[in-house]
């Protein structure tokens, strides 16, 4: 019985629920170790005058400060290009930056030490708002287009044409385990690393940069993650480089933990994201033309920020043939945190650009915003199957999806009730809304799409399974161990799934993109084939038989298909490996193929495959203070041949309540000093329990098996976080019917306060009060 | 109250006896926890807004039995479990995982699992309490789960447990919190049982701090590391940790926690009822007290919008005597009271009464905030409004919070609204009035403008929902 497939738990789950299982934090310290604390800059912008540190070392418990002269090699971070500065000396680029970090036998000393440093700045004017940026001329990193046919010219022969923007907040990661790192130097210019990373080999990376040295002298091991989300992608090399720097000057073990608010003061998060547009469509909603401008903020330095707006601009038409469209991208440069990769990497901040843009075009026409988004849906073959990049859609399931949805939901029922009950409430009003999901599946950096997996049998037969890829909750490991399990027949619990460490799986990439599981999967697969290629002659000799391409491995057990009865044990067949002198590890490598992608023209297959969904969320908007209550999810989503619907499942669920909490509660506001004020869950609100509905139902997609990936799975980590754009729809949906108006603006997140402006903006625009007309939901539905 | 001060606290973690000693009394218990090795509990915040450190504490409930109640180890400070029995999720795996572990592991509850000891937690408190529901976890925030897997655990749990060691151990346990004067790392902490004793040390130490719940003292010892000289906690106080209901007026203890308030008044204010219900969560509302709450003299602090529409009145003590004093009176400015040094606030009394003349009362209290759940208020706001048979307004009261340096009351409006019929009418002309009663502050919460509407939109919603 093949493992892949099952409901199996998280392969820690005993390990979480009693508290034994350890993050980098947890292990027992080493003695002598020592804590870091940073001195942050009070100031956005501003160019340092003086640096003082000397009266830290008045503190007892301080050790040292670190400084820029202590960095041994490169006093920079950068992950696409050299730009961010490890310990500024001379501008601040955005508040709270760390100007020195103090190293102190405890935390308290480090932090006490910290409050002692002298720094002089000089303020100079902070650049806060995409706005901003633009008028100000400042940009980072390359313009982007990618267009299609001539969108300008479309636009003036299209039957309609509308022009809007809209702007979106960025998103705090809010992992529940704040950035941690732990240096251990071994005395002899090697450091061992515990870090809280999704992407081990790049810390590897920075720190032999920053400490001038080889790669393989530095080994970054990653435990487990409190969750990641892509904040730990490349924002966990910079403490990390800190931590190896305090490991070298003082020659003792090094810690790094941040604080909550100095976590969220300090790393950067999801893109905000301005998109201006004009938009040509027909009397029945078809959208003929777009021309889009996309400004990312990346914040202080560039980061990540090229690959994802590149996948912004690359979502925005979601599940939508656009014939002619053109979107160009910039990075603006502002005095905020450097913003970084957060699951869906841009896809979802170009996706509500496109269903923004729908919702404009449907309430203009007085047409139910569902049938606009069905009326455009990519479909057939060639053009009207194809995206703005070039990519064919080859495994089109959006139509499936969505009448499978609103089936589920009683979509077309509910409606009318909806419609009734806004016609007898003048103050609340409910709304309803259905959006469509289509996320492409790679890396768009092409070298990004490899992965190894080492596999180490010992002689009793138990296993040791590495791969490259880290655990941030998402469940990779469980499925790894399924995949393992399955390819080598044998039961899960012979396995030890190893922290992922560069030692074994060397030049890994990131664990993101969703790609944890087809990646590496893969590689996993290719190792356990290399090692039953070799078991099998062992066994055949053991058991007499001439063909060991007739044997299966199956639970443990070995047997040749053609005599089932006659079967011998995996351990047996390992001893006997052994004494062959028949290698009993082996590497498993992987590449995902037939993918390209040309940057010059902005075409190509940058992805595998698309993962599709489609959710319908009602919501219950309250006239008098704006807040929303969530009723009712429905979900139908794509993750192939599931390789373990429990945690498919859970990808789905969270994936979708994080999506609602950036939209709807998640609210960064930075002061005018450029000072992250919402640095805190008090100020910051995430969802909780109470904010998820009852009635919360998700199907995954049947007889879906997904050709080419490991065992027909799908990838699951960040498509589903996009269904939550059915939340905003739904509240703008209900905002709606507070009047009778053609055009509903609303902020993004939608706070109550954000609800409430966009409700009094539908009531003095339909000049009447509350609850007269309700024409939009009357309308027919479908 | 001894006199000599100890050098050592002992309580009870996990059954095991441990004595703690050289650490300052406003060390947290979640700092204590994981220095000293048991590290299943996690810090997310260090705020009490996660959860993620939540512990189960061995209290006394509603009942004056022991219950178990979650708490958020980062905000207790150390001196405040002397004597006390402590659970975590190392504590409660009895040879096999107890039942909410299994059903978070069969659920699949966990996903990076950073959140799930506190979950853990709260769950264990609520299964012997046959509370198992999503309120007893809307203290815990999860970033991966989106929750579902953990309320399907929670269904799994729900229905009452059968008696185990660990109800057995709630049997077993002394009731009685004995009184403790410690001293560790230059700072002192006291927990007397007599209010003359705490008078007392406030005569005989002028810099020290009361501490009730520390639900806001707290985040003074975690968050922002500040140290405090001298305690004086107010829980073991026998005089604060009392109420009493006649039927003409209830009187509570300042010491009171508001989860027993929750408990033993449900029911007698409605506007009390919904406030408390949308009051932080469950584990902050196990420590918080009235008299915090009060104290913190916070103008976003939610109880007292809702004590001043019901004309509360509080007793204070001091060495010199008593006193008593109607809420409205007792707040000054932004963060400043009428309390004098070496006063202590002893309870708060809500007349049950309506005003003469009146056939019935409306009153209800209401709180918006970014978030429906655990969150500070934008406006807090409770009214109650006296009508007489004609429908006329006899008696009204608006009261606010977040709106101005204090909580406040809309007076003026107040007054207007005597003698006017209780009708959409007159609520419009209340609005306008309400419209300029207050000049609220823009903040990361709300702006001006938001604040204002709400001010008046919270009236006209109340008057739609009590016609
Ligand atoms: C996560 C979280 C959520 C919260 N949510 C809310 C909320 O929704 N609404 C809200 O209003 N508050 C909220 N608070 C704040 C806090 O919980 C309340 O103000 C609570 O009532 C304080 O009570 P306490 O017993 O914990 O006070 P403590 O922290 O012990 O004391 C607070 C202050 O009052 C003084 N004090 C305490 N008792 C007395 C007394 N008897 N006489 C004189 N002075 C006294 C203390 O000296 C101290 O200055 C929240 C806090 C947290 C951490
Ligand atoms: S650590 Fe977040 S509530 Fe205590
Ligand atoms: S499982 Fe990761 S935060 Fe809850």
Known sequence: MTTVGQRKSHESATGHVSGKALYTDDQRQPIGMVSLYPVTAPHASARITHIDVSAAYGVAGVVTVLTAEDVPGENDTGVIIRDEVLFPTEVISYWGQAVVWVVGETETAARLGADRVVVHYEPLPPILSIKDAIAANSFQGQPLVVRRGDATTALQAADFCLTGEVEMNGQDHFYLETQASWVIPDGEGNYQIYSSTQHPTETQVIIARVLGIPNNRVVVTCLRMGGGFGGKESQANPFAAVAAIAAVKTGRPARVRLRRSQDMT????????????????????????????????????????????????????????????????????????????????????????????????????????????????????????????????????????????????????????????????????????????????????????????????????????????????QGLHTKMLQVAASALGVKIDRFRLMPTSTDKVPNTSATAASSGADLNGQAVKDACETLKARLAPVAAKLMNLDAPEDLVFEDGWIYSRSYPNDRIRFEQVVEQAYNDRVSLSATGYYRTPNIYWDAATSQGRPFYYFAYGAAVSEVEVDGFTGTFKLRQ?????????????????????????????????????????????????STYKIPTISEVPEHFHVELLQRAAQEGVIYGSKAVGEPPLMLAMSVREAIRDAIAAFGAVDFVPLASPATPEAILWAIESVKARSGAKSGVAESLLVSPTV | MKQVLESCLTATINGETVRIQAIAPTTTLLEYLRQSGRVGTKEGCGDGDCGACTVALMAQGADGKL?????????????????????????????????????????????????????????FAAYYDGTVNDACVEGNLCRCTGYLAIRRAASLVASSPVQDVFRDRLAQTATELGEVSYDGAQSQFYR?????????????????????????????????????PVLVSLEAVVELNFMHQTTEAVEIGAAVPLSHIEDRLRGVFPSLDEMLYWFAARQVRNRATLGGNIGTASPIGDLPPVLLALDAELKLASAVGERTLPLANFFKGYRQTDLQPGEVIVSCKIARTIAPGAVRRLSQSYKIGKRGTDDISIVAAAFCIDLDEQNQIVHARLAYGGVAATPVRAIVVEQWLLGKPWTAETIQQAKSHLKTAFTPLTDLRGSAEYRKLLIANLFEKFFVEYP
């Not at chain 1, 009397?283 to 330095?301: C, N, P, R």
């Not at chain 1, 794509?638 to 994936?655: K, M, R, T």
């Not at chain 2, 209010?195 to 922002?224: K, M």
């Open chain 2, 192 to 228: 007397p049982t007599q209010l003359s004793e705490v008078l007392a040390l406030l005569q005989q130490h002028p810099n020290a701090t009361l501490v009730a719940g520390a639900t806001d003292l707290g985040l003074d010892f975690s968050h922002h590391r500040k140290s405090y």
């Open chain 1, 266 to 473: 300090l790393t950067g998060k999801r893109h905000g994201l301005l998109g201006q547009y004009q938009v040509g469509f027909s009397q029945e909603g078809h959208i003929t033309a777009l021309d889009v401008d996309l400004y990312a903020d990346g914040g202080w330095s560039l980061d990540l920020s090229p690959p994802v707006l590149l996948r912004a601009a690359l979502h925005v038409d979601n599940a939508y043939y656009i014939p002619d469209i053109e979107v160009r991208g910039q990075i603006v440069k502002t005095h905020k945190t450097s913003n970084t990769a957060f699951r869906g990497f841009g896809g979802p901040q170009g996706m509500v650009v496109g269903e923004e843009i729908i919702d404009r075009v449907a309430r203009f026409l007085g047409l139910p915003p569902e049938v606009v988004r069905e009326r455009n849906f990519y479909h057939g073959e060639g053009a009207t199957n194809t995206t703005h990049y070039g990519q064919e859609i080859f495994d089109n399931r959006i139509a499936c999806i969505w009448s499978q949805v609103k089936a589920n939901a009683n979509f077309a029922e509910r409606r009318i009730e909806i419609a009734h009950f806004n016609q007898s409430h003048s103050y609340k009003k409910r709304g309803l809304a259905i959006t469509p999901v289509k996320f492409g599946i790679s890396f768009n950096k092409t070298q990004y799409n490899q992965a190894g997996a080492l596999i180490l049998i010992y002689t009793d037969g138990s296993i040791q399974l590495n791969h490259g890829g880290t655990e941030m909750g």
């Open chain 2, 67 to 123: 219950h178990y109640q979650a708490v958020n180890s980062c905000l207790i400070p150390i001196g405040a479990i002397a004597g006390r029995h402590i659970l975590t999720v190392e504590g409660i795996a009895n040879g096999c995982l107890h039942p909410v572990q299994a059903a978070m592991v069969q659920t699949g509850g966990s996903q990076c699992g950073y959140c799930t000891p506190g979950f853990i937690m709260s769950l």
């Open chain 1, 633 to 681: 999810v429905d979900i139908v989503h794509d993750v192939g041949e599931s390789l373990n619907p429990l945690v498919d499942q859970g990808q789905i669920e969270g994936g979708f309540v994080q999506g609602m909490g950036w939209l709807t509660m998640e609210e960064l506001v930075w002061d005018a000093q450029g000072r992250l004020r919402s640095d805190a869950p």
